[in-house]
C-alpha cells in the first residue's frame, strides 16, 4: 500500500513530526484514482504493516465486517481504512464519527459519498454512546472500532463493554508505558496500557498482532471469553513433523492469533522455527533430548511430553491449557467451544465410556488445584513405561477414571470432535500416513 499514501515531514516537528498525506485511493468501480489535494492522516508510517496484517486477517474470519472510525479529523485515516478494506476485498460498510465537521473538506466529502462512507457530526458520548453501541453490538458483523477522538482511554473503556467475541477494538497514540513509547517514531503519546488495564481485563480482551501494532502506535485487542482470556493452545513438534505441523500454525494464526501458542520444540532447527514464526503469538519450549535408540522412541517421546509441558504451564501460568496435535487444524473460530470449556475441568474425545478411553489429540485442562494434582500423576504414571507410543494417551483414560468422580470429564461436542469425516466439525484431525488436509 505504500503508493496510496507518503510520509510527510511536518513543519512543526515537535508537533505531528511523522504523518501521512494519502495519495490515492480505491473507488467503488475498484480503480485507483488519484487524490489532487492535500489530504493528511495523523498517522505513522508503520500502519503499512500493521493494517495489512488486521485486514488480511478480517478478510480471512467468513463473516462481513464493520468498521467504526470515531475521530474523523480531516478523513484521512478514514479513506486509508477504505482503501484497505478494497485492498483486502473485504465485505464491509465504514462509518465515521467527529464531534466537528470544521476540517473535513468538500472534496474529501464527495470521496466519502462515492465510498459510501457513513460520516457522522456528534460527540460519540453525548446520547450515552446508545448509537456506537447499537453499531457494535449488531451480531450481524464483526466490529472493529479504532479509537482515535478525543478521550481514547475512555472510548475504549466505554465501548469495550459492548464487542461481541472476536471483535477488535484498536486505540491510537498508544505506547504500552511511556519507556515502550519513547522508542516509538511518534509524539503524541495519549494512550498507556495502564489506562485500559481493567477494560481489558473485565472486558475479556487480549492483544491481537501487539507488536506490530504497538510500532504503528496502535493499541490493538480482540474480545474474548472467559476461557479466551487465559487459555494457551500447547503442542508438540520434532523435525519430521513440521510440514504437517505448518496446518495448524497457519489455521491457528487465522482464527485465533491472539490466542498464545506454545510448542514444545524438540530439537528443532533454527529454520523450522522461523517458518513456525508465522504465528504472530508463538513461543517455544526447547527440548534437546536425544537419547533415543530409534525412531519409534523419539516419537514415543513426543506423545509422552505433553503430560509434563502441560504440567509446568499450568504450574508457571494461570492459564487452562488446551493440548492440540500437530495434525489437527481449524477451518473456523472455535469460541463456542471455548464457552463449552467454562464449566468442564477435563475435555478429550471419549472413545469409551466404562472405563474411560481417549483420543488425546486434543486435551482441555482447566487450571484448578485438583486437576493440577490430576496432571501430576498422569506424568508420573506415563513416565513409569519410558517412551512408549500411547503410553500418555492410556495414562489419561487411568487417571481420569480414577478421578471421574471428583472433575467434569467432557468429551467434544460434534462441532468440534475432530473426526475428519464429520463434515461439521471445524477442527479437524487428520488421519492416515498421508496427513493430508480434507
Ligand atoms: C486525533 S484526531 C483524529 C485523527 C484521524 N483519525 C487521523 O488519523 O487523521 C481526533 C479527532 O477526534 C474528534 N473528537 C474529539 N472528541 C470527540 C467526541 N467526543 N466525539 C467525536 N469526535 C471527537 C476531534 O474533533 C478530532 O477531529
Redesign the pocket.
Known amino acids: 500500500m505504500k503508493e496510496f499514501y507518503k510520509k510527510i515531514k511536518h513543519p512543526d516537528e515537535s508537533k505531528h513530526s511523522k504523518a501521512l498525506q494519502i495519495l490515492k485511493y480505491i473507488g467503488q468501480d475498484g480503480s485507483e484514482k488519484d487524490i489532487n489535494f492535500e489530504l493528511?492522516?495523523?498517522?505513522n508510517f508503520n500502519i503499512n504493516s500493521s493494517f495489512n496484517k488486521l485486514f488480511s486477517f478480517l478478510s480471512l474470519q467468513n463473516k462481513p465486517v464493520k468498521i467504526i472510525?470515531?475521530?474523523?479529523?480531516?478523513g484521512?485515516?478514514?479513506v486509508i481504512l477504505d482503501t484497505f478494506a478494497k485492498a483486502h476485498n473485504l465485505d464491509y460498510s465504514l462509518c465515521t464519527?467527529?464531534?466537528?465537521d470544521k476540517?473535513i473538506s468538500k472534496d474529501v466529502k464527495e470521496i466519502f459519498e462515492e465510498l459510501k462512507v457513513e460520516l457522522t457530526i456528534?460527540?460519540?458520548?453525548s446520547d450515552d454512546g446508545k448509537e456506537i453501541i447499537d453499531l457494535i453490538s449488531n451480531p450481524d458483523y464483526i466490529t472493529v472500532l479504532?479509537c482515535?477522538?478525543?478521550?481514547k482511554a475512555e472510548e475504549i473503556s466505554k465501548f469495550s463493554k459492548s464487542l461481541k467475541t472476536g471483535d477488535v477494538i484498536l486505540g491510537?497514540?498508544y505506547g504500552f508505558d511511556a519507556q515502550e513509547f519513547q522508542k516509538k517514531e511518534w509524539n503524541a503519546y495519549e494512550l498507556s496500557f495502564s489506562q485500559v488495564a481493567s477494560a481489558y481485563n473485565s472486558s475479556n480482551l487480549r492483544f491481537l498482532f501487539k507488536d506490530l501494532m504497538e510500532d504503528s502506535v496502535w493499541f490493538c485487542a480482540r474480545k474474548t471469553n472467559p476461557v479466551g482470556k487465559t487459555l494457551q493452545i500447547l503442542t508438540v513438534c520434532n523435525e519430521p513433523y513440521v510440514d504437517i505441523m505448518m496446518n495448524l500454525i497457519v489455521s491457528l494464526e487465522t482464527y485465533h492469533p491472539e490466542v498464545p501458542v506454545k510448542m514444545l520444540s524438540l530439537n528443532l532447527s533454527d529454520e523450522s522455527k522461523k517458518r513456525f514464526r508465522y504465528h504472530s503469538n508463538i513461543s517455544f519450549i526447547d527440548d534437546t533430548y536425544s537419547d533415543f535408540k530409534n525412531f519409534e522412541e523419539e516419537r514415543a517421546y513426543c506423545e509422552s511430553c505433553r503430560t509434563w509441558n502441560t504440567k509446568n504451564i499450568l504450574s508457571e501460568t494461570c492459564s487452562d491449557v488446551f493440548y492440540i496435535d500437530g495434525d489437527v487444524y481449524l477451518e473456523d473460530n472455535v469460541y463456542d467451544l471455548l464457552q463449552f470449556f467454562e464449566y468442564t475441568d477435563f475435555c478429550a474425545r471419549i472413545k469409551i465410556d466404562n472405563p474411560l478411553r481417549f483420543n488425546a489429540g486434543m486435551i482441555y485442562v482447566k487450571n484448578t488445584p485438583d486437576n493440577f494434582k490430576i496432571i501430576e500423576e498422569w506424568e508420573r504414571e506415563t513416565r513409569k513405561h519410558g517412551w512408549v507410543w500411547l503410553s500418555a494417551q492410556n495414562e489419561l483414560g487411568n487417571v481420569l477414571e480414577r478421578h471421574k468422580e471428583k472433575v467434569v470429564v467432557k468429551t467434544f461436542p460434534k462441532k468440534f470432535d475432530g473426526i475428519d469425516t464429520n463434515p461439521e466439525t471445524v477442527l479437524v484431525h487428520m488421519k492416515g500416513p498421508q496427513k493430508k488436509k480434507r
Open positions: 493528511f492522516a495523523a498517522q472510525e470515531i475521530g474523523t479529523f480531516k484521512g485515516l478514514t464519527y467527529d464531534i466537528t476540517l456528534k460527540d460519540v458520548f479504532f482515535d477522538g478525543g478521550k491510537h497514540d
